[in-house]
């Protein structure tokens, strides 16, 4: 199962607001319908948005001023403006921008498929891996980043448990958690604000998440509550690591305090039960790199974040 794909002229997106009580599909033929999925979640991950993105450029008919919209549909997942320079960019070349979306979202297909891969590599049989947020297929379009490596773990018959973290407000916990039934994997859902007792009293093996924007410096960008998660391992010498393809990877942002942070709507987080009070709904946060134990993308997993950009080619 693909989180989008396209047929016949159309993007179909697979609706992760109706999830995980319904499976449905959303045909986009216009641009302003994929900034507007991208923008209420419809698809998201930084991969998935990406996909999602350079598709929308083969609906355009005015390709720089849709460019601007797709790339201001969100703020903090970088995939989303490298997939879009990356259409203008084979366009220039003389492709058609459907063509080079194709391209795009196969190449991404691989990257995934490798990552995963690689990340199994770090799991031990047996263990209990902690996630945050949703890294799998819907996040990514194939495979998955963090969720693809434990998935790919439990494939390979390591027979792990995985603890997943809600991640309120928008609950992508819920989204990894029907990722999990459906591959038959075992698992349990906490409240973000368990995983720290659980590190502390010897239940975590690991923790392995995604990110949206990893910067020059290893310092990183990912869903709300990553942080936090980073700081606690640390101090319960847990291991943490991030996997994500280098389409996430920025490296013109020198360190992460330069990383803009989506904030979205309070009623998010309040609802509608009051008027009044006022929320900060941070989207984001960033991680410094000391935090890190180790970053996986498709060329390899790397200790130091020197050494990443030193043995990529993009
Ligand atoms: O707001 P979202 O759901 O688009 O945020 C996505 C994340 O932050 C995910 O945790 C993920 O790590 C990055 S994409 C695989």
């Known amino acids: 199962m693909r989180a989008v794909y396209w047929k016949k002229g159309s993007l179909y997106i697979l609706d992760q607001t109706a999830l995980p009580l319904k499976v449905r599909w959303l045909r986009c033929s216009k641009v302003s319908e994929v900034c507007h999925a991208i923008k209420v979640l419809a698809v998201r991950g930084a991969p998935a948005i990406g996909v999602a993105a350079a598709y929308g450029m083969a609906l355009s008919k005015r390709m720089k001023a849709d460019a601007k919209s797709l790339k201001a549909s969100r703020s903090t997942a970088v995939d989303l403006e490298h997939a879009v320079d990356f259409v203008l960019l084979e366009i220039r070349g003389g492709k058609s921008a459907l063509d080079a979306a194709m391209i795009w979202d196969n190449t991404n297909t691989e990257k995934c498929k490798s990552i995963s891969e690689r990340g199994a590599s770090l799991i031990k049989k047996g263990s209990t891996i902690l ?184």
Not at 291 to 300: H, I, K, R
């Open 131 to 314: 996630t945050h947020c949703n890294t799998g297929f819907l996040a990514t379009n194939e495979y998955g980043s963090a969720l693809g490596a434990i998935k790919e773990a439990a494939k390979q018959g390591k027979k792990i448990h995985v603890i997943v973290d809600e991640t309120r407000p928008r609950l992508q916990g819920w989204l990894t958690s029907w990722e999990l039934l459906r591959a038959k994997i075992p698992h349990t859902m906490i409240v973000d604000s368990a995983a720290g007792f659980l590190m502390r009293t010897g239940k975590i093996d690991a923790v392995m998440v995604g990110a949206d924007r990893i910067v020059k410096n290893g310092d990183f960008a990912n869903k709300i509550g990553t942080c936090s998660l980073a700081m606690l391992a640390k101090e319960c010498g847990v291991p943490f690591y991030v996997l994500a393809p280098m389409s996430s990877f920025d490296r013109k942002i020198a360190n992460g305090n330069k990383i803009k942070i989506e904030i979205r709507d309070s009623s998010e987080i309040l609802g509608k039960a009051f008027k009044k009070t006022k929320a900060l709904n941070l989207a984001f946060d960033v991680t410094p790199s000391r935090y890190v134990t180790g970053y996986v993308n498709e060329f390899g997993v790397f200790r130091r974040i020197e050494s990443l950009w030193k043995s990529t080619k993009e």
